[in-house]
């Protein structure tokens, strides 16, 4: 247990439905990412917040994906009308920036299955 | 962007036999390696990593090495056990690992007893 928890661990949804995903990384870490993992591939980078603030988006990340941050601790990945192309493996990391380290840490995901 | 490249896609080996896992970047910028373990189920553990100012890094019966020239780096698991067993990433990125991680599509490792 890496002590990045992520919630719900299974999601099975249908097409069309709207679906929210909520990470908690390990608490002192400012950094926090989201992956993407289909079956037999890496993770894919998504987006990443540092604090608040959402830093860096990916091309995969498409306008029915949208994440929050609020107070810079949990965070929620929404997808808005999922498709059957959204069934994957959703990852959450974190880190703590500083000089020299920046070790990601994930949780356990939450894989999304859309009927 | 980065493309990292890994092989084998699987590996069978027999307990008490080394296991090595290779890949290749695309990005001669990347100066971070990181090699995660991921169990079914699981999510991805970090298990050793390797900045490109060392060559070689070693951590009991795990050890990294890197060739920036050639742009690869390889896993080496020595005295492999059951326990081993599991799918291995390795992803690579820029500034010391404060850019966004690109990984390989994984290595299925299983050792046998």
């Known amino acids: 247990d890496t002590g990045v928890s992520q919630d719900p661990r299974h999601k099975i949804t249908k097409r069309g439905q709207n679906v929210t995903f909520r990470c908690d990384p390990i608490s002192e870490h400012n950094r926090l990412y989201w992956y993407r993992q289909t079956l037999g591939q890496g993770p894919e980078f998504l987006t990443y917040?540092?604090?608040?603030?959402?830093?860096?988006k990916s091309r995969l990340l498409s306008d029915r994906f949208s994440a929050e941050r609020p107070k810079g601790s949990f965070s929620t990945l929404e997808i808005q009308r999922t498709e059957q192309g959204d069934s994957a493996m959703y990852l959450c990391a974190s880190s703590l920036v500083s000089s020299g380290h920046n070790e990601q840490f994930f949780g356990p995901g939450t894989r999304l299955t859309v009927l | 962007g980065e493309n990292v490249e890994q092989h084998p896609s699987t590996l069978s080996v027999q307990e008490g036999d080394s296991a090595v896992i290779k890949c290749t970047y695309s990005?001669?910028?990347?100066?971070?390696f990181p090699w995660y373990k991921q169990e079914l189920g699981k999510g991805p553990q970090l298990i050793i990593d390797?900045?490109?100012?060392?060559g070689e890094k070693k951590d009991q019966r795990i050890a990294v090495t890197l060739n920036k020239t050639a742009k690869h780096f390889s896993l080496h698991i020595t005295e492999t056990q059951p326990e081993d067993s599991a799918v291995y990433f390795c992803?690579?990125?820029?500034?010391?690992?404060?850019?966004?991680?690109?990984f390989g599509k994984g290595t299925m490792l299983l050792v046998s007893p």
């Open positions: 990005d001669s910028a990347s100066n971070y």
């Open positions: 390797i900045r490109s100012n060392v």
């Open positions: 992803a690579a990125s820029e500034n010391s690992g404060y850019s966004t991680l690109t």
């Open positions: 917040f540092q604090n608040e603030a959402q830093l860096e």
